[in-house]
């Protein structure tokens, strides 16, 4: 299902107004502000937001996946030192590729707590 609360939170953790981020991808604030309440969004103008914030398009949905489902097409045997298999190097570019983009979904998420965190500590000051 799409999340456009994703789209927000990217807006807000990279300190963007919502007309800064309109501007820069090219879409009109108010499909920006019917995506956010619900409406959908054209596959190329999302492609164009997830481009703005190096994410996969796959970002803005909420899926989960069993691990067991997940296939990357190679398979690996053996126990301790001994190890053998049919991995392919694009094989491991494209599990790098993916370990990646979740780092960086990580990221973000860890710095918009850390924003949050410093905006509670700011206002008790007061």
Do not use: W
Request: glycine share 4%; charged share 35%.
């Amino acid at each position: 299902m799409f999340n456009a609360k994703k789209i927000e939170m990217l807006i807000e953790a990279n300190r963007l107004t919502k007309k800064e981020f309109c501007k820069n991808v090219d879409i009109s604030l108010q499909t920006l502000d019917n995506t956010l309440k619900g409406s959908e969004i054209g596959s190329r103008k999302l492609e164009r937001i997830a481009d703005f914030f190096k994410v996969a398009i796959d970002y803005f949905y909420d899926r989960e996946i069993e691990p067991s489902s997940i296939n990357i097409g190679h398979h690996v045997n053996g126990t301790g030192n001994k190890v053998s298999g049919d991995i392919t190097l694009s094989e491991c570019q494209k599990e790098i590729e993916h370990l990646t983009q979740l780092l960086h979904e990580k990221q973000i998420i860890i710095d918009e707590k850390e924003r949050t965190i410093q905006i509670l500590l700011n206002k008790e000051k007061e």
